[in-house]
T-cell receptor, first 107, second 114 residues
Framework: AQRVTQPEKLLSVFKGAPVELKCNYS??????LFWYVQYSRQRLQLLLRHISRESIKGFTADLNKGETSFHLKKPFAQEEDSAMYYCALNNDYKLSFGAGTTVTVRA | NAGVTQTPKFQVLKTGQSMTLQCAQDMNHEYMSWYRQDPGMGLRLIHY???????DQGEVPNGYNVSRSTTEDFPLRLLSAAPSQTSVYFC?????????????FGQGTRLTVV
């Protein structure tokens, strides 16, 4: 069965420091992976998807099939990055979410 | 363009009461779903629909009913509310089953069952 694991519930970093959110998955097929973000008082929204290989708001995520990971990284965290981040796996329309990581960026 | 709209935003129910959470989207999306968000558990899929007239169960369907009579609307019914259903509920929609299709979420309904 598909599963998404985000081992860190809370992550606190200083502004300007690098930040990495871990995501591991289990899936028998070729995975479709996403990162979603929920800022305070805003709705959950897509941050990036692995197939796009894009950088959004300075964040990147690389799919590592050997390690079954899709970690989210940003070299220099900003205060506006404080939010809840969810890693998600698409299984035929059905998204499986990790438990989420709350990121706090301190000045 | 409103996207995905959920009503109400907040609701308090007594144990045993029933109610319907409303969800509507104006993007002509085929796929709609309901999730509940609980601390430490992320979002869990309750029910989903791949088109009008078609619904199916997700991971945690017990105690909930859905129907999809139109493309736009996907209401979630709580049959007999229980304290375990206290949660934040999110409705989402996506265009189709294309590769890596983005899901669009409503703003959520915070439900408390006392």
């Amino acid at each position: 069965a598909q599963r998404v694991t985000q081992p860190e519930k809370l992550l606190s970093v200083f502004k300007g420091a690098p930040v990495e959110l871990k995501c591991n998955y289990s899936y028998s097929g070729s995975p479709e992976l996403f990162w979603y973000v929920q800022y305070s008082r805003q709705r959950l929204q897509l941050l990036l998807r692995h197939i796009s290989r894009e950088s959004i708001k300075g964040f990147t995520a690389d799919l590592n099939k050997g390690e079954t990971s899709f970690h989210l990284k940003k070299p220099f965290a900003q205060e506006e990055d404080s939010a809840m981040y969810y890693c998600a796996l698409n299984n035929d329309y059905k998204l499986s979410f990790g438990a989420g990581t709350t990121v706090t960026v301190r000045a | 363009n409103a996207g995905v709209t959920q009503t109400p935003k907040f609701q308090v129910l007594k144990t045993g009461q029933s109610m319907t959470l409303q969800c509507a989207q104006d993007m002509n999306h085929e796929y709609m779903s309901w999730y509940r968000q609980d601390p430490g558990m992320g979002l869990r899929l309750i029910h989903y629909s791949v088109g009008a007239g078609i619904t199916d169960q997700g991971e945690v369907p017990n105690g909930y009913n859905v129907s999809r009579s139109t493309t736009e609307d996907f209401p979630l019914r709580l049959l007999s509310a229980a304290p375990s259903q206290t949660s934040v509920y999110f409705c989402a929609s996506s265009l189709d089953r294309g590769l890596n299709t983005e899901a669009f979420f409503g703003q959520g309904t915070r439900l408390t069952v006392v």
